[in-house]
């Protein structure tokens, strides 16, 4: 029987990772809606060591689960790794997976909306700025005349 563990471990530490992206982008949802710029940019950096430490788990899974089936030219999943090794924690982990990886990206979704509104305020104050300069600059100018 081959050793499937390090799949199982690695498919845990995704697990666990997506776990705490979701938290991540939770706080991310109440410092867009706080307008907390510097809880946004430290956000914005533990989102991308987590974005990296996911693509290099990603990258050893797969490697893993080549080596499991060697002699297969064709692309193995999650799926396959249960009904080749009957162990259910593969169809268990592959449902959290799902899960997770679904809620990550509704929250994903919603973010970039409040990025986006967020976006919309700043480039409106900025246009309401600009016309009061350039109507101060207009009167200062009519004084002076």
């Known amino acids: 029987m081959r050793d499937y563990e390090p799949i199982i ?7 666990d990772l997506y776990m705490r992206l979701q938290e991540v982008l939770q706080k991310e949802r109440k410092a867009l809606v706080s307008f907390n710029h510097e ?3 430290e956000i914005a950096k533990e ?5 990296l430490q996911a693509q290099l ?8 689960v080549d080596e499991f089936f060697q002699d297969s030219s064709t692309p193995k999943g999650i799926m396959d790794l249960y009904e080749e090794t ?4 593969f169809r268990n982990l592959r449902f959290a997976l799902i899960s997770l ?12 909306y409040f990025i986006e509104r967020a976006f919309q305020h700043i480039h409106g104050g900025l246009s309401f700025l600009q016309q009061y300069i350039q109507s ?10």
């Open 9 to 15: 471990d690695v498919l845990c530490a995704q697990r």
């Open 39 to 41: 809880e946004i940019e």
């Open 47 to 51: 989102k991308d060591s987590l974005v």
């Open 57 to 64: 788990l990603e990258e050893q899974r797969k490697r893993l």
């Open 86 to 89: 009957g162990d259910e924690r």
């Open 101 to 112: 990886l679904q809620a990550i990206q509704e929250a994903n979704e919603v973010n970039r």
């Open 136 to 145: 101060q600059a207009g009167t200062t100018l009519s004084r002076e005349a």
